[in-house]
């Protein structure tokens, strides 16, 4: 365990005599991935400022060219030996306490999105009222490729993107820019990159937690920008006829439809990342996003956590690690995935993750009591 100096190198917090607190994620070599020691300085921090009245807002940003690339996985999987599951366990509790905390949150946060949001990057900002995104963000959620799952609360907003656009970002992994974040509701607003210190020295004089006031100065330093030609948000259409169906088998035929009458560049990228990525990882997955649009952010968590834990015990399927090994450690890129086809992957075994652990040591995640609903809109529906 990290000593609490170390924990505080990791998040930095930029001190002012203003009523706000910039939290800066400061692991830049490793694109700010969240480790353990970052997760619980940022969750006890979140905390203290929650409580404090002097606090009226909260801004997060990260060092460096990324704003955070996720959670520290990589680590996650070398803490894990044949008897030792709860490690990892024990690290997405608490990063999945911080995202419900972030979620219901009673005072604003604004996350500066300057760059690579993934994973757990997206659990410590999309949830909160604010995102601003930039012409240098670059979002995804790339888990179906590291044999995990868009967890994270992930099957809480990506379900409430426009029609089955959550389905689609959350099965291929496929980027989105800041103009797409934006148009899929991921983002609130979009500030070029050269006016980002002016919007915080304006934010630093805000004394108050009024959202409004808030979102007003926020405005008047945003943009609308373009879409890409070649973006797929403007393919809603295909992409819910494509995604809305019933399983992972469908969706690789519908496309394969698409591409047969129409053929189109996100159509074979989203065929090839579906066709690469693990196949228990995909249907999970799909489940996952599915069961989301039914429940509330505790819910989801407390869901997502009962199946990161039978991924860590590896019991039913051995592929996040196969897939951390192919793509962190050894980096051939070459996952070996079993079962290595989806009509292999049966209903039983995806059924499983979404039960209670067979363990007498173990237990749903408890999630701290809240009096604050989500306050904070993804899609613009």
Partial sequence: MASAVAQEDQVLVQENLSATKILILNRPKQLNALSFQMISRLLELFVAYEQDPTVKLVILKGKGRAFCAGGDVAAVVRSITKDNWRSGAIFFGKEFILNYLTATYSKPQVSILNGIVMGGGAGVSIHGRFRVATENSIFAMPETALGLFPDIGASYFLSRLPGFFGEYVGLTGTRLDGAEMLACGLATHFVPAAKLNLLEQELCKVDSSDSA????????????????????????????????????????????????????????AASQSLKKASPTSLKISLRSIREGRLQGIGQCLIREYRMVCHVLRGEVSKDFFEGCRALLLDKDKNPRWEPSKLEHVRDDKVDLYFEKVNNEEWEDLKLPPRSNLPGYAIAKL
């Fill in 213 to 268: 006031n808030i979102s007003a100065i926020i405005d008047r330093y945003s943009e609308q920008p373009p879409l890409k030609d070649q973006s797929p948000f403007h393919r809603l259409d295909a992409i819910d006829r494509c995604f809305s169906q019933r399983t992972v088998e469908d969706i690789i035929n519908a496309l394969e439809r698409e591409a047969s009458n129409m053929p189109d560049v996100w159509i074979s």
